[in-house]
Structure formats: C-alpha cells, structure tokens
C-alpha cells in the first residue's frame, strides 16, 4: 500500500503542509500593499467607489462579531474595499487630509511577522502531530493527535491572511476562510475531547461519548458557523465549553491513572500542556473576545498551541518521562509567573493610573522579589521529597562501609537505598550491572554492586507517587562512589590493622608461647592442665589476631578434653558420644565465633560445677545446613530462669546472650526439678 511504512506516511504529511502553506501565500499575496495604516473614519475612495471606515471594518477576527446584520455588513463593507484598493490609485481623506496611495501586489518581504508566526504555528502542528500518527498509525490516540494538528493548521494559515490583511478581503474569500478558522478551531476541541477519552487509559463506554460529543458540538459549531443562531452558537461560548470538558477529561484520568505511574506521567505532559496552551488562548483571546475587552491577537495567541504540541507529542511517544516532574514544575510555575506579572501590570497601569513603562518596571520586581523565592518552597512542600545533603551522604556512606559483616552491610546499604528514594520495590538483580542505569521510562533504577553488596533493582520511587530522573540517577552515582571510595579507605585501614596484629600475634607466640611451653615441661600434675590451657588460648587468640579460622572438628575435640578433666576431677561423668568433631570435616569458625561458643561451653561447665549438684552432664551436638547447635544437659537441681535473669546472677546470662550474639549466634536456657539444659547455635562456613 502507498502508506504501508512511515516514512511514506510522514512525506504524505510534507507533502500537505507544503501544499497548504504554498495555497495560504498565493491567497495571501494577491492582497494589495499600501504602506498605510487605515483608521477609524478614515474616508476611501477610487475609480471603484468609497466607503469610510467603522470600528467595525477594522475588526481581525470577524468570529468576534456576534450580530448576524452586523456580520453581513463586515463583509459587504470588506468586498466594496477590496474593489475600491484595486484601482491604480487611491485616495484617503483623514481629518481634512488627503493621502494618495498606489495599491500594488503583495511580495513575500511584505508580510509581516504576524503572518510568519501564524504560519510557523501551522506547520509545527502540523509536522509534530503528523511525526506521530507516521510512527504510530494505528494508534486511536496517534490518530486524534494528527487529526487535532490538521485542525490547528487549518485554522492558523486562514488567520494568517485575513488579520493581516491592509486592506479588505473579498467577500466569498474572507467568509470562506472565517468560516474554515472557526470550524477547524471547534474541531481542535472536539479531537482533544476524544483524545482525553482514550488516553492514557481508556474510559468507560468511551465509543458512545466520542460519537456523542462529536455530534452535538460538530452541530453546535455548524450553528455557529453560518450564525443560524447567533445568540446560543456564538463560537467563543463552544470553546470554552470544549475546555471546560477537556478539564473536566483530564481531572478524571488523573484519578484514573492513579496506580499507573507511566499512564500519570504522560497524562501529566498532555493535561498541562493542553491547559496551559489552550487555556492561555481562551484566557488572553476568546473570553476578553466575548466580554468586549481587547484581546490578544489571534495571530500570536496562536503561539500558545506550540506548547500543547510540543507537550502532547513527549506525552504520547513517553520521551523522557523521568524529567516530567521538573519539566512539569517549570511550565506551571513560569506560566503563573507571566499571568501575575500581566495581571499585575494591567492593575497598575488600569486601577491605579501608572504609565506602562513604570508600571511594567513595578510589576517584574514584585515578581522577582516576591514570586520567584517562594516557587521553591512550594515545590518542596508538595514534591514531599528531601534531599540529602554532603555530610548526610558521606555519614550513610560510612556506615554502610563500616558495617562488621557482610550481611549487615548489604541490610544497611538497602536500607540507605530505601531512605534515599522510598521505593515499593527493591530486589537483587540476577544479572549484576556495572552502572546506575535508568529503565522503564523512569520506573526502575538499576544501582551496581558496591562493598560487596548485590546489584540492585529499585522500582516505583516515592512511594510510588513519581518516576526516577537525571537527578535520582546522578544522586544514585555519588553514593555508590562515596561508598566504594569509604570501602577502599576501610580495605586499607584494615590491612594495617591486620599486619600490626600479626606482628603481634608473632610475638605472642614466639615469646610468650615458647616460655608457657619451656614450663609445661617442668610443671607437675597440678599445674600441666591450667599449661595447656593457657596454650591452647594462646593458640586460639593467634589464629584470631592473623585471621585464621578455626577448624570446627579440631575445636569440638579441644572442648571435649578440656571437659572431661574438669569434671573428672569433682566426679561428674561426662557423656559425650562420638559425633561431628570426630569424623573428618571442612566447617570453619572464625575467631569471634569460635571464642564466643569455648567461653560460653566453659562458662555452663563452671555453673554446672559450682551450682548444679549434679552427678553427669550430657551433651549433643548437630548440624543443620550451616548453623551448628550444641546442647548441655545436667540431672542437677535446677533453678528458676526468671528470677535469675532479672538478678543477673548465677549463670551470667546476659554476658552469654552478649558474646554469642555479636558472634551471630543464639542463646536458649531451660531449667526444672529434673536438671538444667542449655543451648547453643552458631553458624559456621565451608572452606
């Protein structure tokens, strides 16, 4: 098919632009040129007749008259001038003044920049709507898109040639092309009605009010038209109503896009660019149009649909839609700048009496004074979003460093992840990223691994209320750097710390090791054991100084013996069967675990000496997955739990849930009449 790709589809979009705006001058230029300005009673006379000019022959925009006789005299009046500036000479008679004028045809430096910014508000429509529907022609939205374009470049390139024309119009054009600015402008609000219905999220029995409303305003705007009833169809009347229902659209979907953050952002490029574009030419045309004040000219009025286009495109095709927040900001506070700053003149200058220029002076102060230090402030109390400043950051990024195990640093550095963009979602990611990367339109952050923690996928920021930004991503890279840079000075702290205390441990157990060895060797039966003792600490706190991790089997086999002539000793038998310490085994404990679990062992022996009264102590060890559990039961007395943790006496609990805590592990106790069980868990590593 001809319109099968979209580049034929976007050439078939130059193709009419260029024919339209090619018709647009050959109408234009075939005006005449006086280089005169007329005015109000000026008296204009040829070959061909004359006539003396009303405010109403001077009126732009002949859809502001109202009064259908009036009509029919604006473009009688326009048709006896246009034939009287045909004549090759003309005479103007103002105030007892005879002007003698030589009508010639219009060249292209003839027209003014009113024509050329019309035009170039035409074609931009044009092009930006006709861009999309090319890329996406079976789009509903796309198509409604293009479809309003046309209807602004129709309506444009006719303004373009009767407001700034010098002279008349003839009668069947100027109606014509009156006729087609009024129609196309309804159909611009018929189109973005229809629009609002279908997109972002398509409304309830959407097809019945698309048909509805284009039915009853196609039939208010034909009424208008051809002034059937001037007093009801008044085409200013249709335009705000259209505006009011595009307002009324857009207030819906914002309830409606509600769980739809992507739906919310793009709604939120169209519903402020369609309010801010069609309501400022309402505001500052039509309406002052309908209560008689001078309005803007339609002509530069027109400008403001650059904006609604410009927003509606970045709103369908989603372009960037994680700058909508600041893009957003920006256009709402600046527009309500400009309308203060207007409104604040026109008071001045109007209700008070001041000159324009002192006027205009007063105003642009009281906005820059007044206005624009406070726009932050709201932006901040309704973004409900802090920004972490430098120290704060730096702070976080120590702390996350400085975590004493990789668990609780990967749980703090999610945690400051989660202070920072209060995300719904935060979740590891399977294929590890290299970079903070944006994704999903401004849904997701990808953040790297940082301090051997996992990569991250952070999803729907703030709650969910916005979309992640250039900012979000910028303030996500000085983390990752501020940590990574923390984790390089806590890598090279401990190293230092490391070899100092090997050199430490080395003296430990060259000299002092080698003298408690040289008495071993002279000690008697009493005094050996508390020798090997002493060793053995000596060893262990050597294999925590260098870092060494201790073998599980060979700690078990230790404990064991050292038990077993402890309790030898005051008759209490030891049962202990052969179990994980005695089968070959690669489990590791590293310093603080294998501390914590000998010291408490040795502590309940010594409870269980001093206190129990009993005559044997049984213990089980088991494994599960990585956590071993090491259970010591006695046939003693017992004792009352509670009342002992709250004296803090006998047992020493607190100090017990204190080591094995800090060392991951876990502390139980349960006591009777029948005797006293203790249990220990800890976790251990493979090699």
């Known amino acids: 098919m001809i319109l099968s790709t979209p580049g034929r589809r976007l050439a078939l979009v130059f193709g009419v632009g260029v024919f339209l705006v090619a018709f647009t001058l050959h109408l234009a230029l075939r005006l005449p040129q006086l280089g005169f300005q007329l005015q109000v009673g000026d008296l204009i006379s040829s070959q061909q007749g004359s006539i003396q000019l009303t405010a109403l022959d001077l009126v732009e925009d002949p859809g502001a008259i109202e009064d259908f006789s009036e009509l029919t005299s604006f473009y009688e009046n326009q048709d006896l001038l246009s034939k009287i500036l045909t004549a090759t000479s003309v005479q103007v008679d103002r105030e007892g003044n005879r002007h003698e004028l030589s009508p010639r045809a219009r060249h292209l430096s003839d027209l003014s920049v009113l024509f050329w910014t019309q035009v170039f508000v035409a074609c931009g429509a044009l ?82 009010l698309i048909v509805a409303e284009t039915v009853i305003l196609g039939a208010w705007t034909t009424l208008s038209v051809f002034k059937a009833f001037h007093s009801v ?11 009011f229902l595009i307002c009324l659209l857009i207030s819906i979907q914002f309830f409606a896009t509600s769980k739809d953050l992507l739906a919310r952002a793009s709604l939120t490029w169209l519903g402020l660019s369609v309010l801010v574009g069609a309501g400022a030419f309402i505001g500052l045309n039509t309406i002052p ?38 893009w957003a900001f920006r256009l709402l506070f600046y527009a309500v700048g400009a309308l203060l700053l207007a409104l604040l003149d026109a008071a001045l200058v109007f209700g008070v009496g001041m000159d324009r220029f002192p006027a205009m002076g007063v ?40 975590a004493p195990s990789e668990t609780q640093r990967s749980h703090r550095w999610e945690e400051l992840i989660r202070k920072i963009f ?4 935060v979740e590891i990611l399977e294929t590890p990223c290299d970079q903070v990367e944006l994704s999903r339109d401004g849904l997701t952050l990808k953040i790297p691994a940082v301090a051997n923690t996992p990569s991250l996928r952070v999803s729907y ?46 003296d430990l157990h060259d ?31 050597v294999s925590g100084m260098t870092g060494e991790n201790t073998s599980l089997s060979l700690l078990l086999a230790d ?8 309790l030898t000793t005051v008759k209490i038998e030891l049962d202990w069967p052969a179990s994980v310490e005695d089968r070959p085994s690669l489990r590791l404990l590293d310093y603080r675990q294998q501390k914590a679990l000998s010291s408490a062992v040795r502590e309940v022996v010594s409870n269980v000496i001093r206190h129990s009264g009993a005559s044997r102590l049984q213990v089980q060890v088991d494994e599960e997955d990585t956590v071993l559990r090491i259970s010591l039961g006695d046939d003693g007395r017992g004792f009352s739990v509670s009342s002992l943790e709250q004296t803090n006496q006998g047992f020493g609990l607190s100090s017990l849930r204190r080591r094995l805590k800090d060392a991951g592990g876990t502390f139980r106790i349960e006591s009777s009449d029948l005797g006293t069980l203790v249990v220990f868990e800890i976790p251990y590593q493979m090699s």
Not at 513 to 540: C, N, V, W, Y
Not at 559 to 565: A, N
Request: include cysteine; charge should be positive.
């Open 422 to 425: 209060d995300p719904l979602e």
């Open 461 to 506: 920021p703030w709650s969910g209320r916005a979309l992640f930004n250039k900012e979000s991503k910028a303030l996500a890279r000085q983390i990752v750097a501020l940590v990574s840079q923390a984790e390089s000075s806590r890598k090279a702290y401990d190293r230092g710390v490391a070899e100092e205390r090997r050199r430490m441990a080395q």
């Open 127 to 208: 092009i930006i709507s006709g861009w999309i529907w090319a890329i996406r022609s079976r789009d509903l939205a796309s198509t409604l898109f293009a479809i309003s374009g046309l209807a602004v470049c129709l309506s444009a390139l006719p303004s373009a040639i009767y407001t700034t024309r010098e002279g008349g119009v003839p009668h069947g054009l100027f109606r014509l092309l009156a006729e087609l600015n009024g129609a196309t402008a309804s159909l611009f609000g018929i189109s973005m009605i229809a629009l609002f219905l279908v997109y972002p999220i398509r409304l309830k029995h959407w097809k019945k």
């Open 289 to 326: 149009s309908m209560l008689d004040i001078t309005p803007l000219s339609q002509g530069y009025a027109f400008l403001f649909f650059l904006i609604i286009y410009l927003g509606l495109a970045a709103g369908l095709t989603q372009y960037r839609l994680f700058e909508v927040g600041q």
């Open 511 to 541: 000299d002092v090791g080698a003298r408690l060895l040289t008495g071993l060797h002279s000690a008697d039966d009493k005094f050996r054991p508390l020798l090997q003792s002493a060793i053995a600490e000596i060893r262990s706190i």
């Open 559 to 566: 404990l064991r013996y050292e038990m077993r002539q402890r």
């Open 233 to 243: 169809t008044y085409l200013g009347l249709i335009m705000v109503t259209e505006m």
């Open 363 to 402: 105003a642009l102060l009281a906005v820059g004074f007044l206005y624009l230090p406070v726009r932050e402030s709201i932006w901040s109390l309704f973004s409900r979003r802090k920004s972490m400043k430098l120290h704060e950051s730096l702070e976080q990024a120590l702390h996350v460093a400085l």
